[in-house]
């Protein structure tokens, strides 16, 4: 009796340290999986501040530049033939974020954000608008600026000035 009783004992503690023994690896696991999802939470934090602040100083530095110009918006649009087309845009939305888009066809290149600004910017800065500027010297400025072929099909324009006021030429 006391042999199947020790043998019983035997059993049950080998089967008792195997349990906890398992148990223990496994926490250690899920720990390590905790430490490792925090971490990946704080490097895409530290990430997304930095973006943050970097989108902030970008947002300081267009609005400066854009302090420079007598217009505050532009939109283009110049179309021509074999459905090609070349479009650049800087604006404001509601909450006064600058943004830039160029979908320039003619030389395959799509530019969004800081980079469409960046892109637009050195061209509007030598366009030299008022509210009088004609129909003809708008267009021969801009094309002359933007680098544009003459030979295009439809032209829009649309500025809006600092005081409000919106200038639209189309041809």
């Not at 895409?44 to 973006?51: A, G």
């Amino acid at each position: 009796m006391n042999r199947i009783l020790l043998i019983f004992l035997s059993v049950f503690c080998i089967a008792l340290l195997t349990a906890c023994g398992g148990r223990t690896t496994e926490t250690d696991n899920n720990t390590d999986r905790n430490n490792i999802a925090q971490n990946d939470i704080v490097k895409t934090t530290n990430r997304n501040n930095s973006n943050h602040l970097q989108n902030t100083h970008d947002q300081y530095k267009m609005k400066s530049q854009m302090e420079k110009l007598d217009f505050s918006e532009i939109d283009l649009e110049v179309s021509y033939a074999e459905q090609k087309e070349y479009e650049a845009e800087i604006n404001h939305d509601n909450s006064g974020f600058i943004g830039g888009e160029v979908d320039d066809d003619l030389n395959n290149k799509q530019l969004r954000g800081k980079a469409a600004f960046d892109s637009i910017y050195p061209k509007v800065e030598k366009l030299t608008f008022s509210k009088g500027t004609n129909k003809k010297d708008a267009i021969d400025q801009i094309l002359q600026s933007f680098d544009l072929p003459a030979n295009y099909t439809k032209f829009e324009l649309e500025i809006i000035f600092n005081d409000g006021t919106k200038m639209r030429y189309v041809d």
